[in-house]
């Protein structure tokens, strides 16, 4: 169920964050109905692309552009200052920053201010680098970078993600899952199954194809 603010918008973040979960651990073949749902609904009621935090405004655009929904890339002008540039103060928020970069990567033609949030997070996120002095949170920092959500393939480094989840989740959605965490503990003894059993699988039918070939 999605939350309601103090003025009783209704509050899509959370669930946003879960599917964000489930796509990373590649489980979304499983969940697929239920995504278009919560998509549908978010698309539908949150007129105003997700308030005024970058993170969730962020989120909320990737997450429907990788649906397939066409949102239009000016909900971020609500974020430049007036002189045409992002704002100063989104400079510090880390967590913002990686998830407008990943964004970024869901632009198209004439996207420009898509374009500007690309080479403004990169180099901020960068920059950070030098200064971070937890070594999980640096990896995670890079990691977004050189392989953001949209060109990687879940299915293949799920089993990487599961032992770090919750520190990912953490660096990428800090404080935006709410009080009750037992379903990030669920998806992830999940994930531990579906990997298990796809490696399974592979190694079955290799045997299969050395039987045929001898």
Same mark, same amino acid.
């Given at each position: ?121 990169? #180099? ?6 030098e200064h971070v002095k937890k070594s999980d949170e640096t990896a995670i920092i890079r990691n977004t970078l050189n392989n953001p959500f949209h060109k990687s393939l879940p299915r293949l480094t799920a089993k990487n993600?599961?032992? #770090? ?50």
């Amino acid at each position: 169920m999605a939350n309601k603010s103090s003025e009783g918008k209704v509050d899509h973040v959370e669930e946003l964050v879960m599917i964000d979960a489930i796509q990373r651990l590649g489980l979304e073949c499983y969940f697929g109905d239920d995504i278009d749902r919560i998509l549908r609904k978010c698309s539908e009621t949150d007129s105003e692309g997700g308030g005024d935090d970058l993170h969730g405004v962020a989120l909320r655009f990737r997450l429907l552009r990788q649906g397939g929904y066409n949102l239009q890339a000016d909900i971020f002008e609500k974020f430049i200052d007036n002189n045409g540039r992002f704002k100063q103060e989104l400079e510090k928020d880390t967590k913002g920053l990686m998830s407008l970069f990943e964004a970024s990567e869901l632009g198209i033609s004439g996207d420009q201010i898509l374009d500007e949030a690309s080479e403004f997070t990169w #180099n901020l996120l960068n920059t950070s680098l030098e200064h971070v002095k937890k070594s999980d949170e640096t990896a995670i920092i890079r990691n977004t970078l050189n392989n953001p959500f949209h060109k990687s393939l879940p299915r293949l480094t799920a089993k990487n993600q599961i032992h #770090n989840f919750e520190t990912l989740l953490n660096s990428l959605h800090d404080d935006c899952y709410g009080t009750n965490d037992q379903w990030i503990k669920d998806i992830q003894e999940l994930a531990k199954i579906d990997v298990n059993m796809s490696q399974t699988t592979l190694k079955n039918e290799i045997n299969q194809v050395s039987r045929y070939e001898t």
